[in-house]
């Protein structure tokens, strides 16, 4: 089992443009989590998707979006990119009724110039 | 609003010696706690849990509710030890959201 997989690892885009990151979770979890981790500081919750439905939202404005496929896997869309949006984004992957239990994959670091 | 905090962004110590990552939390209702570890060049995984009561290379961790404080400890730091550390909590009674504090730098020195 490889575990949680994310894609690409570093990514450089231009204020304003639009990015997508993708995440497969760990094999046997449904629930896939985003955090967006900026340098210096601990991961903060994006959201949460489970049955191809975001069930939680943390502080994020709706440039951030998300998706869930049926195989589980979930992709991380950002709009209109902020410098400030430059951060590292990470995805974990839960078990059904375990949803703290967190796996976490290496992340895609985002650069915005 | 439930809260994590970790006074101290860095953590010195030598080999052999006693380790204690300060965690303090802000929460209504019973939390669960949870330390989360990632060590050079890979994935934030997780180290241990309160309710498990458990031990995890020679880490432990009592929650104190009175005190709102969920020390991680170590009596023996080891190299290996040296990471950075998280400590992090649901972010709502759902539970299936995590707060995180800003983490502690731990560097043990030979």
């Known amino acids: 089992d490889a575990g949680v997989t994310q894609s690409p690892t570093h990514l450089i885009k231009t204020r304003g443009q639009q990015v997508t990151l993708r995440c497969s979770p760990k094999?046997?979890?449904?629930?896939v989590s985003w955090y967006q981790q900026a340098l210096g500081q601990g991961p903060q919750f994006i959201f949460q998707?489970?049955?191809?439905?975001?069930?939680q939202r943390g502080n994020f404005p709706d440039r951030f979006s998300g998706h869930q496929f049926p195989n589980y896997s979930s992709e991380l869309n950002v709009n209109a990119l902020l410098l400030g949006d430059s951060a590292l984004y990470l995805c974990?992957?839960?078990?059904?009724?375990?949803?703290?239990?967190?796996?976490f994959g290496q992340g895609t670091r985002l650069t915005v110039v | 609003a439930q809260r994590v905090t970790q006074p101290e962004k860095l953590l010195s110590v030598f080999k052999g010696a006693p380790v204690e990552l300060k965690c303090n939390y802000s929460?209504?209702?019973?939390?669960?706690l949870f330390w989360y570890v990632q060590y050079s060049r890979q994935r934030l995984q997780l180290l241990l849990r309160?309710?498990s009561r458990e031990s995890i290379k020679g880490f432990t961790a009592d929650l104190n509710k009175g005190e709102t404080s969920f020390h991680l400890k170590k009596p023996f730091a080891q190299e290996e030890d040296s990471a950075m550390y998280y400590c992090?909590?649901?972010?709502?009674?759902?539970?299936?959201?995590?707060?995180f504090g800003g983490g502690t730098r731990l560097m043990v020195k030979p």
């Open positions: 974990a992957s839960s078990p059904t009724g375990r949803k703290t239990e967190a796996f």
């Open positions: 094999s046997g979890h449904d629930t």
């Open positions: 998707y489970y049955e191809e439905e975001e069930r």
């Open positions: 929460y209504s209702g019973s939390p669960e």
């Open positions: 309160h309710i």
């Open positions: 992090a909590l649901p972010a709502n009674n759902a539970g299936n959201m995590l707060t």
